[in-house]
């Protein structure tokens, strides 16, 4: 007795794996020119815990921006000192596609606006050590995606310049107008 045996696979059954399995791939419109103001939260980031942004698109690749925030600080030997450093941050994003959704190089510089006392003090979250300088160098890169709808969201590695680089991440949602 011999049984007919039918192919498992056939073309068809091939093609729908592989459309299945392909990449898809959708471009959005470029929104930073349609919506070129953006207000938003950032949790961590150039705040240290906490930020309020503004930023306005300045070209097609371009964003300039600022921050204001604060972190609670700690002692050397981490007792909680109820004191915030207030920041204060001046940015400029450049982005590398002109997408909804782009990478994108951030520099920067945040200015510590309590820094007598503050000084000598720690971040609690992030670990940064203020100095009396009461300047902070940044650098960093992320993704951001700028919706059709008016909402914004970043995902940021930052690099805190003081008296060593201090690795740190943001994270942004907001709106765009």
Known sequence: MT?????ILNIRHLLLVALILS???????????????SLAIEVMGRGLFWGLQ??????????AGVEWGGTPTKDLLGNDMNITAR????Y????????????????????????NSVNGLTANVSGVKFTSTGMMPS??????NRSDAGFIFRATGYGFVLNKIYPWA???????F
């Open 3 to 7: 049984f007919a045996t039918k192919p």
């Open 23 to 37: 990449p898809i791939q959708a471009f959005a419109e470029h929104t930073r020119v349609t919506n070129p103001n």
């Open 54 to 63: 503004f930023d306005r698109v300045v070209s097609d690749d371009l964003v």
């Open 87 to 90: 920041v204060f941050s001046a």
């Open 92 to 115: 400029a994003n450049y982005y590398f596609t002109r997408d909804q959704g782009s990478l994108f190089a951030t520099g920067g510089v945040t200015l510590i606006s309590n820094t």
């Open 139 to 144: 650098f960093g890169v992320g993704y951001e």
């Open 170 to 176: 943001g994270m942004t949602l907001g709106v765009s």
